[in-house]
């Protein structure tokens, strides 16, 4: 595998404006005072609505006490205005005469020109809340009406000025704000300790990364403590760092072994070539042998060659199969017939059950060679005198076949290695056999089960959708 050119990604250089380090603590803390100005807003308005009305109410009661006051008093005494400045405070209290020179209170009262209020609030038995302006000045007022029996002298007016109604949800505006200072600053706090835990395990896994881009796979993973999205993260990354090694040794295995595989028969074939060549083979038997020896290995060489194409095939998915319909009892009875001399040779108790006699769709020559896979390496490992059988049945829409023999067996550490490329027990055959029979299962749609116990020998069972 050719090493990947390392990406230099370093966190550190990265531009402090765009990283997460300043981003979250920002967004974080741009929520926060959203939700503070928000909140502020809402309250100073609430505020403002509730001291409006307040004082509204206020001056409404004053002004009608002070009318039902003098409306008591009317024609026996005039209402002193020193008593009412007393009560009410401050220069508060205005009269607008509506009947000139009727003289209501002991003393002057501040006036205010007729067209303060409209024909409408005039003609009203009810007080009239107003806006007023005043030496410069604005005030909330409200008037109320003096009525004599059914005559309206004049209206008496009593303000309060804006500037108090601000003033007061200004004091509150102050405490706000040190509320939300206060707010922010813990806000921040709470927001740069949370993107630091955040972001040192993520700027831990980017440089782990970057050193296994570079190539090198045995760098340590950081496993923060819990079981967060970012501790499930480092886990799953640390999984696919052991992978990526494995893979990485495994197809470095895979080179090595092929270059092994090719170089023995070239070196065999290079020997007798050169032997020939300068003549030191001269009587005629050892010429035939030794270009029997060249062709075999030849041979071998072709074989080989052609597994590691159909292997590297079948890896990239590029392995083309053919559709036809396949007699698969035929099929069996072809392969079991092949090994059927060896079987009697070596005196092994070899043995067919073929109860169903299913037809299905399928590449029948790969179906062929998988089966004398199998059977190859049954008979490889069977000693003499033992056990092997072949069967074929298909049910719940499938096929299997099984080559069962009574060898060795495989262990249990081996199960897997076996179907790994290149993996030979005694370094007798190439190890590409169970590899290759896996893969064209696989690329058949079916699979390839095996099941064996140390001692009692192994059962291959190859299953295929019944079509
Ligand atoms: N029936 C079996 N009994 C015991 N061990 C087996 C059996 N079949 C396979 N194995 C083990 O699995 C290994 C791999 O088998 P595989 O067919 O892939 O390679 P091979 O037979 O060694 O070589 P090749 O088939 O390429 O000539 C064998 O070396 C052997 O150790
Ligand atoms: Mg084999």
């Excluded at 499930?232 to 295995?253: G, I, P, V, W, Y």
């Excluded at 194409?309 to 998915?317: M, P, V």
């Excluded at 896996?438 to 079509?467: K, Q, V």
Aim: aromatic letters at 6%; one cysteine or more.
């Amino acid at each position: 595998m050719p090493a990947l050119p390392a990406r230099p990604l370093n966190v550190q250089s990265e531009p402090v404006l765009g990283s997460l380090r300043f981003r979250l603590p920002a967004l974080f803390l741009a929520g926060v005072v959203l939700a503070g100005v928000v909140a502020t807003v809402i309250s100073i308005r609430f505020f403002q609505a509730y001291t409006y009305s307040r004082a509204v109410h206020e001056l409404r009661s004053e002004s009608i006490g002070i009318v039902s006051l003098y409306a008591s008093q009317a024609g026996q005494q005039e209402v002193p205005i020193a008593t009412l400045r007393k009560a009410i405070g401050g220069d508060r209290i205005f009269y607008v005469p509506i009947v000139p020179g009727a003289s209501l209170f002991a003393g002057p009262l501040p006036l205010l020109p007729i067209g303060t209020l409209t024909a409408g609030e005039l003609a009203s038995s009810q007080p009239t809340t107003l806006n007023l302006e005043h030496k410069g000045s604005s005030y909330l007022a409200v008037a109320a009406p003096i009525t004599i029996g059914k005559q309206v002298l004049g209206a008496l007016v009593v303000a309060k000025p804006q500037s108090e109604l601000r003033s007061s949800w200004l004091v509150l505006l102050e405490r706000l704000a040190v509320a939300f200072g206060g707010g922010v600053l813990v806000a921040a706090l709470v927001g740069v300790y949370l993107t630091r835990r955040i972001v040192r395990p993520l700027a831990s896994l980017s440089s782990a990364a970057d050193e296994i881009a570079g190539g090198s796979y045995d760098v340590e993973v950081p496993r923060p403590k819990g079981h967060d999205e970012i501790a499930q993260l480092s886990a799953r990354f640390a999984d696919m760092a052991a992978k990526l090694a494995e893979a990485e040794q495994l197809s470095r295995n895979f080179l090595m072994s092929v270059s092994h595989e090719l170089r023995t028969p070239l070196t065999a074939i290079r020997g007798h070539v050169s032997a020939l060549r300068e003549g030191v083979i001269e009587d005629p038997e050892s010429y035939s042998s030794s270009l029997a020896v060249i062709e075999e290995e030849a041979i071998r060489l072709e074989r080989l060659v052609g597994d590691v194409l159909d292997l590297a095939k079948l890896d990239a998915h590029r392995f083309t199969v053919l559709e036809e319909e396949v007699d698969m009892r035929e099929l069996c009875e072809r392969a079991y017939a092949a090994f059927g001399e060896v079987a009697r040779l070596r005196s092994i108790d070899y043995r067919r059950d073929f109860e169903a006699r299913p037809v299905i769709v399928t590449d029948g020559d790969r179906v062929l060679q998988i089966i004398s896979n199998l059977l190859s390496n049954a008979f490889r490992w069977t000693p003499e005198g033992g056990r092997i059988s072949l069967s074929l049945g298909a049910e719940n829409g499938a096929v299997s076949v099984v080559v069962s023999d009574s060898g060795p067996g495989i262990s249990p550490e081996e199960r897997e290695r076996i179907f790994r490329p290149f993996w030979s027990r005694d370094g007798g055959g190439t190890g590409l056999g169970l590899a290759i029979a896996r893969e064209l299962a696989n690329a058949l749609g079916g699979r390839i089960d095996l099941r064996s116990e140390p001692g009692l020998g192994a059962r291959f069972e190859l299953t295929l959708p019944n079509r």
